[in-house]
């Protein structure tokens, strides 16, 4: 390994065989900025302030986080002819793109519908669940440090297939600045209303309601850290889907994909945001080396070098282990937000991988594709979250309700259940309810 590349691009080298490897790794993969106690408490001030004033506090925040100077709500809010406008004056080339991406994803997303059921039980009782979709979403659409049209796709096409009645856009705007694709997106996957906020601010104005913002059911998509902390504090207020922070890529590879196409799905993560994670993981010595030239070699030429030389310095590792079990073992440890299995013959690893938000097989399956088109949603759990959380979906906009409906003689042989585990809860009204309907 030369020491002269490794120190121009600074990402740690580590190998499983070192004494101090888990220590570092650990080191790596925390993210403290969701539990750090001064944003939480910036986040509750935010929050608090909203709630007592309103759109008054929210004109007031969106003019010192995003330097957008305006008096009225008004100027805040985008209505559907400005969306379409958006839409039919893009070139070309971006509407076409724009509309083939949605087709994809709606198509993706058509076949995760859940469907309701029922069962019918001999004595004639009928026992289900019925599906039914949320009546407000809130999609977050993070617009900080990028303009995310394929966010907006992301998070409103489920939405859309669910069968969501109401669809409340927020994306910060800072400096003013629209992003017609974004806008576009909006107008395509049927949202309802777009607000020009960001941040917890406008967490918080979704989750509780302002004189101009919708209060919602449920608050989805992915952002920065203020964003991941007001949502968390925000929970029980409004339903929210998980915590989706700062993107991440863990690529496996078995040494036979070429080191400049490795780097730059390194970099594809990296360019998001200093604090997000590129991680590669192979039992060949040499290849890791390729991949570190390349990546010294790539770096300077990138719009966001220096993003992704932070990114890469704070959070990135070229990691090397033994062999492919122990790169499985790392895998499951690491549950990546994105994972790419660049090898020969990915479908045989596939098994073994027990957590990870969205898996890309093979040399070929660029993790940029997912990000925009392929089909499945982008908006993942991160920060090892994939141990419990899936992506985004159809079901996250959707519950369920029992259904329950007793025959006479149904209600008779349940009444009798119910009667002896009531008595024994000291619970005599259900008892007693019960009891009433046990046929003599
Ligand atoms: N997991 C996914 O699916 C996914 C998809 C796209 C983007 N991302 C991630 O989302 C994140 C987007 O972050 P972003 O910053 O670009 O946009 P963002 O919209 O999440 O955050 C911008 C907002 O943060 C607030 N803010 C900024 N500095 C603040 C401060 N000092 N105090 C209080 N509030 C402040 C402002 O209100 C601003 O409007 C990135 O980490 C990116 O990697 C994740
Ligand atoms: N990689 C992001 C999910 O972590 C999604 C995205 C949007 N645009 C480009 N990428």
Not at 113 to 141: F, K, M
Request: glycine share 8%; proline share 5%; net charge negative.
């Amino acid at each position: 390994m030369s020491e002269t590349l490794a120190d121009s691009v600074d990402m740690a080298r580590l190998s499983t065989k070192d004494a101090d490897f888990e220590a570092r790794l650990d080191a790596l993969l925390a993210w403290e900025g969701v539990s750090g106690t001064e944003v939480q408490q910036r986040v509750a001030e935010i929050i608090a302030a909203i709630r007592e004033r309103g759109d008054a506090a929210l004109i007031e925040y969106t003019g010192r986080f995003d330097r957008l100077s305006v008096s009225t709500m008004d100027e805040l809010t985008l209505g559907s002819e400005r969306l379409e406008r958006a839409y039919t004056g893009l070139p070309a080339e971006q509407r076409e793109a724009l509309a083939r991406a949605a087709e994809r994803i709606r198509a993706y997303h058509e076949r995760q519908r859940p469907t309701s059921w029922s069962y019918v039980e001999e004595d004639g009782s009928v026992l289900g669940q019925q599906v039914t979709p949320l009546d407000r979403a809130g999609i977050y659409v993070p617009g900080g440090k990028a303009a995310y049209p394929s966010s907006v796709l992301m998070n409103a096409i489920p939405a859309h297939v669910a069968g969501v009645r109401e669809i409340v856009m927020v994306v910060p705007t800072p400096d003013g600045v629209l992003n017609e694709l974004v806008l576009a997106a909006a107008h395509l996957a049927g949202v309802d209303h777009v607000f020009t906020i960001g941040g917890a601010q406008a967490v918080a104005a979704l989750a509780y309601g302002t004189e101009t913002v919708p209060r919602v059911d449920k608050i989805v998509g992915p952002g920065n850290i203020y964003v991941a902390t007001a949502k968390r504090a925000v929970f029980g207020q409004v339903g929210i889907d998980m915590i989706a922070g700062p993107s991440e890529i863990l690529i496996v590879s078995d040494g036979g994909t070429d080191p400049e196409w490795l780097a730059m799905d390194l970099f594809s993560q990296a360019e998001h945001d200093e604090d997000a994670q590129a991680l590669l993981v192979s039992w060949d010595e040499r290849h890791l080396a390729e991949v570190e030239a390349a990546i010294a070699k790539l770096l300077p030429t990138l719009e966001r070098a220096e993003i992704v030389r932070q990114s890469l310095a704070r959070r990135g590792a070229l990691i090397r282990c033994r062999d492919r079990n122990e790169a499985v073992r790392l895998i499951n440890r690491i549950a990546p937000e994105h994972l790419e299995l660049s090898m020969a013959e990915p479908e045989a690893l596939l098994p073994e991988v027990r957590h990870a938000g969205a898996i890309f097989m093979g040399r070929y399956t660029a993790e940029a594709l997912g990000d925009y088109c392929a089909g499945p949603n982008h908006v993942l759990p991160t920060s090892g979250t994939a141990r419990f959380s899936s992506p985004l979906g159809v079901y996250d906009f959707q519950k369920r309700s029992s259904i329950i409906h007793c025959s006479e003689s149904g209600a008779s042989a349940l009444g009798a259940i119910a009667s002896v585990l009531a008595r024994g809860e000291s619970l005599t009204a259900h008892a007693r309810s019960a009891e009433y309907r046990i046929k003599p």
